[in-house]
């Protein structure tokens, strides 16, 4: 029996399936960070500040927010609001639509909510391309951000936007933020905090059961909130099967190796094989 037939095989006889996304998923369905994609939106960032991919983008030292939010708004608006579901998450919504699933998932692109995945079942570890924070979060509101980030990416000119535009917290005044992970200042919000609590309750009765912990596109970037729970859930349950699928980065740690299925490649292609 080869790898995609015994993962076949293990997810065919699951109770449980518990999918971890990574940033190698939205990559592999079509959201990369750089290349063709890259230059075909960000030409004018390109030339005036050498960008080299979206990622090191997010990190610039712009020395003005109109010119911070030209550049995140339309980042936002071509990774959030311009991409339909995609095919590739439209496929595992289909494959996993009436099994017991959760997805717990490092990525903000809101793409396993297109997909069709209940709410209720997608914990967003990072947050949401299409919130806003206080930047200083100063409070734990989150404010839907299209109508701001459409008018922003219309009236940008030569990498600004104007003043009047730049969102500002309505509570203490500071500047605005997107809302995703990368400081103590994030905002968990009660939505937050009631989908952290359904993604325990479900990972507490899976491991009493037959459980698959498909992994999509997780490497080393952040390895603390996917990569090592699951190995950790499934050194814990012998009834556990890890399967990790990515484009490198797939190996098994010694002590799961047997119930551990390494499926290392195009991720776009080994989905349609074991999905097929």
């Not at 967003?124 to 924070?133: E, H």
Request: proline residues 4%; neutral net charge.
């Amino acid at each position: 029996m080869n790898d995609f037939e015994r993962a076949k095989t293990v997810l065919k006889g699951a109770e449980y399936i518990l999918v971890g996304g990574g940033s190698g998923l939205s990559a592999a369905a079509g959201l990369t960070y750089s290349g063709a994609r890259f230059k075909k939106f960000f030409s004018d960032f390109i030339e005036r500040y050498r960008m080299t991919d979206m990622y090191s983008a997010g990190f610039y030292p712009f020395s003005a927010q109109e010119e911070k939010w030209a550049y995140w708004s339309k980042h936002i608006f071509v990774n959030r609001y311009l991409p339909p579901a995609l095919p590739l998450y439209r496929d595992l919504f289909s494959f996993l639509e009436n099994k017991n699933y959760f997805v717990i998932t490092t990525n903000v692109d809101h793409q396993f909510y297109k997909a069709g995945f209940q709410t209720e079942k997608i914990f967003a570890v990072q947050g949401d391309y299409g919130k806003f924070q206080c930047a200083n979060g100063c409070h734990s509101s989150l404010y839907d951000n299209e109508a701001a980030v459409r008018e922003m990416v219309r009236s940008q000119k030569d990498c600004r936007i104007p003043a009047s535009l730049v969102p500002v917290c309505p509570v203490c005044g500071a500047d605005m933020e997107v809302h995703i992970r990368k400081d103590a200042r994030f905002v968990q919000d009660d939505a937050w905090y009631e989908t952290a609590s359904r993604y325990d309750a479900f990972v507490n009765k899976a491991r009493q059961g037959k459980t698959v912990l498909l992994e999509l596109g997780v490497g080393f970037n952040t390895p603390a909130i996917i990569r090592f729970p699951f190995e950790r859930f499934v050194c814990q349950n012998r009834r556990a099967h890890l399967i990790r699928a990515n484009l490198d980065d797939c190996d098994a740690i010694p002590e799961i190796t047997d119930r551990t299925i390494s499926l290392c490649g195009s991720l776009s292609d080994t989905l349609k094989l074991l999905f097929c």
